[in-house]
């Protein structure tokens, strides 16, 4: 059941059965920051697959180079605003696509209120971002994920009052089984769309798996309308994971497929190098192919003759592949220039 309700980010539209949307959360203060280069990096993100962004908006330094980002980014920008109504007023006034709130640490309802009065004037989204560790009083003594549902409701309900309908609501645990218990309740009570993630995932080994269970097995609930796999480290990585769980589970069709083998005592190759230098570029191509490196001559050919193209290598040298046929013989060095050539080439 993914939701029925749109919520309209820039141009970007989340919900009502549109396709799952993949976000994540920049890693740096931006005061200070090269505008220039975060703008190449977001250029880089979006052809990977990333299609918002956000960003923490802390103070009001945040300011200027906030509004120079939203004008510039090519994907929809969203500040993530913590305890100061003051400051969701200066991000959407500097140009936000959305923010994220939560209206429990904004404090007085008057200063939600204010917030998503001017997030309708300007026609901008808001997500209500419900995390365990920060929720109400549990007066009614309700399990966890039953609390995140209900204190969501709650706003909605407010939101709702104020004339104010462009939400997404995400409601996060570190606990995988709270995380998705919770998806689940909202998806029965709610048609607006949801966020999914599981908060204070790890690294990325670790927060991959977890992520991948718990989205997963949402996602292939059909609940959940946009996704963070978060990861502590690279925020390129949040994008190939999260993009990972969504053409595994059918949701997400093309992009390049990029297999490799889990090298054995054969090989002589640094397959696991390649991997990581080709990862990222080969994940900004428009291309729906399968590229497969693997670490030796012995089975390298014959296990990656279902790829499109190979690179099976031998000590400091490499076979390219297309289609299973030996198409050059290239060094480890000359050998990323050349793969991406033929694939440019189509051959
Ligand atoms: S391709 Fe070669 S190195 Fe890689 S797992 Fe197979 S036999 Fe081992």
Partial sequence: MFSKRICRVRDLEIGGKKPVR??????????????????????????????????????????????EIAKRSIIPVVADIHFDYRLALS?????????????????????????????????????????SGSLPKNEKGLDKASLMVETALDYLNDFESWGFTNTVVSLKASDVDVTMEAAR????????????????????????VRSAWALGNLLHEHIGDTVRVSITGDIEDEIIAANEILRTLGLKKGGVRLVSC???????????????RLQPRLMALDKDITVAVMGCQVNGPGEAKDADYALTGIGKKAFLYAKGVLIKEVTEENAEEALFEAIENGR
């Fill in 22 to 67: 993949v976000q994540t959360m920049y890693d740096s203060p931006i005061v200070g920051a090269d505008i220039d280069e975060l703008i190449a990096r977001i250029g880089k993100l979006s052809s990977m697959g990333c299609d918002l962004i956000r960003f923490s908006y802390s103070s009001f330094d945040d300011e200027v180079p906030f509004k």
């Fill in 91 to 131: 991000a959407l006034e500097s140009g936000a696509d959305k923010i994220r709130i939560n209206p429990g640490n904004i404090g007085a309802k008057w200063k939600t209120k204010e917030v998503v009065l001017s997030a309708l004037d300007k026609g901008r989204a808001i997500r209500i971002g419900l995390n």
């Fill in 185 to 208: 309740k909202f998806a029965t009570s709610s048609d607006y769309p949801l966020h999914l993630g599981v908060t204070e995932a790890g690294s990325p080994i670790v927060s991959s």
């Fill in 262 to 276: 889990p090298r054995c005592g054969r090989h002589t190759f640094d397959s696991r190098g390649m991997v990581e």
